[in-house]
């Protein structure tokens, strides 16, 4: 199984050695931002390490919004980062879900506008040949119309783009707050999604249900440490720890240790 963790260096190489990691994600561009990913300086020896490379999109995307000028462009960014992300032979890009913003009118069903959003998102671009890379959609923590934040809504997602290849990150800090139970919660998953692609294993600062994503190392959040290495086990995909970058070589040590057992 690959263990490794988020890196922000512009040298994740050297980055992946000093954290033990045998996978790295990192972002391609400002993740605030909006602007097309630049060549990575370290593209060709990223290709040809050992280490895995996993590329997370920007925040700013939200491909279910239902505003032209936040949708439009989140098309966009997702292609262009995906195309980025084989440049550096990366296994996926994660996106997170998104949200609808609620509107006045009582009688529209405005999550289900978002979910057709995305619906529309991979159809065209599945007539247009697919992606560079695997989207792999997260799980996220907040908001009242997201996407994937309760499973039910997330089967809801998936019913309208499972048919086309659409892949999962499930983030542990991410279901806690945002109230999925963690003990079965990879079973309960795959039940909606039929994969699990990439585990973001994190401890939250925040306490079930809290809406609230704040990541935390593994050993001093809210979570059990021994919960959080039951998922790991029970998902049997790769790992990225996305924890204060001063815990994450003790983070990777504690996983390859209880999954050693």
């Known amino acids: 199984m690959l263990i490794g963790a988020h890196v922000r260096e512009d040298d994740p190489v050297a980055a992946a050695a000093e954290r033990g990691a045998d996978i790295v994600q990192v972002f391609l561009a400002d993740p605030q931002g909006w602007k097309k990913p630049p060549p990575h300086p370290q593209a060709d020896e990223l290709r040809a390490s050992d280490v895995a490379v996993v590329v997370h999109s920007p925040y700013v995307v939200n491909l279910a919004s239902l505003n032209n000028r936040i949708r439009i462009p989140s098309r966009k960014?997702?292609?262009?980062?995906?195309?980025?992300?084989?440049?550096?032979?990366?296994?996926?890009?994660?996106?997170?879900?998104?949200?609808?913003?609620?509107?006045?009118?009582?009688d529209i069903d405005y999550a289900a506008k978002g979910v057709d959003n995305w619906r529309k998102f991979f159809e065209r671009q599945a007539d247009e040949g697919g992606f560079a890379v695997p989207i792999l959609i997260e799980n996220t923590?907040?908001?009242?119309?997201?996407?994937?934040?309760?499973?039910?809504?997330?089967?809801?997602?998936?019913?309208?783009?499972?048919?086309?290849?659409?892949?999962?990150?499930?983030?542990?800090?991410?279901?806690?707050?945002?109230?999925?139970?963690?003990?079965?919660?990879?079973?309960?998953?795959?039940?909606?999604?039929?994969?699990?692609?990439?585990?973001?294993?994190?401890?939250?600062?925040?306490?079930?249900?809290?809406?609230?994503?704040?990541?935390?190392?593994?050993?001093?959040?809210t979570i059990e440490p021994e919960v959080l290495a039951a998922v790991c086990a029970a998902a049997d995909a790769p790992v990225v720890v996305e924890t204060p970058a001063e815990g994450q070589p003790a983070d990777i040590a504690f996983l390859r240790e209880r999954l050693a057992r």
């Open 77 to 106: 960014l997702v292609v262009q980062h995906a195309e980025a992300a084989a440049q550096v032979g990366a296994i996926g890009l994660v996106v997170h879900g998104g949200h609808v913003t609620q509107g006045e009118a009582p």
């Open 141 to 221: 923590a907040g908001g009242d119309n997201a996407m994937a934040r309760r499973f039910d809504a997330l089967a809801r997602l998936w019913d309208a783009i499972g048919e086309y290849g659409a892949g999962f990150c499930l983030d542990t800090c991410h279901a806690h707050a945002g109230g999925e139970e963690l003990v079965g919660v990879v079973d309960r998953a795959r039940a909606v999604t039929g994969r699990i692609d990439l585990v973001h294993l994190n401890n939250s600062r925040d306490g079930f249900d809290s809406a609230r994503d704040r990541h935390a190392n593994i050993d001093s959040g």
